[in-house]
Nanobody, 123 residues
Framework: QVQLVESGGGSVPAGESLRLSCRAS????????MGWFRQAPGKEREGVAT?????????SYGTAAKDRFTISRDSAKNTVYLQMNSLKPEDTAMYYC???????????????WGQGTQVTVST
């Protein structure tokens, strides 16, 4: 079993930044990729970014995250970060950390999920 613990959400005005963190209790073959997803009320969960925890870092981003969000990792701490800059009200959502065997921006590819951290961006 892999536990994921997220932190770093909050409420900020538009244009500000936030950094989310997610630490995995351990890394297995089935949790070697970590990703960030988000879900706004009434909307489907969407992929934000993914990164592998072992080997050369490879990242990928969803459309909404490109140019504003950056995923990074600290492999020694089994932790990934999501730096979110120039936040917009439409970024308001619950942000979930997930771990899975493959780095694809599809929620169904991830078997382990954190409890979520709320990000609220005001106008």
């Amino acid at each position: 079993q892999v536990q994921l613990v997220e932190s770093g959400g909050g409420s900020v005005p538009a244009g500000e930044s936030l950094r989310l963190s997610c630490r995995a209790s351990r890394v297995t073959t089935n949790s070697q990729c970590m990703g960030w997803f988000r879900q706004a009320p009434g909307k489907e969960r969407e992929g934000v970014a993914t990164m592998n925890l072992r080997g050369p870092p490879v990242d990928s981003y969803g459309t909404a995250a490109k140019d504003r969000f950056t995923i990074s990792r600290d492999s020694a701490k089994n932790t990934v970060y999501l730096q979110m800059n120039s936040l917009k009200p439409e970024d308001t959502a619950m942000y979930y950390c997930a771990a899975g065997p493959r780095c694809v921006l599809q929620p169904s590819a991830f078997g382990y999920w954190g409890q979520g951290t709320q990000v609220t961006v005001s106008t």
